[in-house]
């Protein structure tokens, strides 16, 4: 696989994450922010959407707990409040090349902080240094030979000792980057793939603590070059 393409695809979600952070504001609607993600893409590129044909999956407050397939899922009427939770989750595609990228981001004062150590509600600041820690984790301990299904149980284990569950609502972390739908397959149990056997993977754990009305989840692609696992 041609690992140039693929970075400029990814490069196009986190361009729009950037872009999208800048734009959103309160008294918007989830669908003003998924359409000016998809019509971002569109501009940096992108010339069609690989998941249910969706470029921005876009949830707000209560609704970031929620996990539902692409083919179920429709953008609320909700509206961004001046402190709000925002989940975006972009599948920009050109060719047949997909990008995969979500974050979890934080509207505090009407407008997103600089920093996550500036966001003062204790409980989302906590749901997104937890997921930075999962990557690094999953960065630690991942390996080619490690196969899904044991990345799975691991990683699953890890969130239960921090204190926090799966979202999922199939209980994965992520899947392979290929060129079909069809062809993904994923971090889950009875997986027993090696990861170096696939060119890319995303990690994505959708977490929460138990009993909270909100989640947070945060995704990148990753490869092996060689034995060293890399960010697309």
């Known amino acids: 696989m041609k690992l140039a393409e693929y970075k400029a695809v990814q490069k196009i979600a986190k361009d729009t994450i950037g872009y999208i952070k800048a734009e959103i504001r309160p008294g918007m609607l989830l669908k ?28 707000a407050g209560d609704e970031t707990t929620v996990s539902v397939s692409g083919r179920e899922y429709s953008t609320s009427d909700r509206v961004i409040a001046a402190d709000d939770i925002v989940t975006i989750d972009l599948s920009p595609q050109v060719g047949d090349t997909w990008g995969d990228y979500a974050r979890t981001i934080i509207i505090q004062d009407g407008a997103v ?14 749901g997104l240094e937890m997921e930075k820690k999962l990557h690094n ?16 149980y691991r990683m699953n284990d890890y969130i239960r000792e921090e204190g926090y569950i799966n979202l999922d609502f199939m209980g994965n ?60």
């Not at 984790?137 to 799975?152: A, D, G, H, P």
């Open 137 to 152: 984790k999953m960065t630690e301990i991942v390996s080619r030979e490690m196969t899904f299904e044991e990345l799975y």
């Open 32 to 59: 003003e922010v998924r359409l000016l993600c998809e019509d971002k893409m569109r501009e940096l590129g992108a010339d069609s959407f690989w998941y249910w044909d969706i470029g921005a999956f876009v949830f």
């Open 113 to 126: 902080p600089q920093s996550d150590d500036q966001i003062k509600n204790i409980e989302w600041r906590a």
């Open 173 to 232: 972390l992520g899947h392979s980057i290929v060129r079909k739908k069809e062809d993904r397959i994923y971090i889950e149990k009875g997986n027993y793939v090696k990861i170096g056997d696939v060119s890319f993977f995303t990690f994505e754990p959708h977490i929460s603590v138990s009993g909270s009305k909100y989640g947070y989840k945060r995704e990148n692609i990753y490869y092996f070059d060689n034995d060293v696992l890399r960010e697309l």
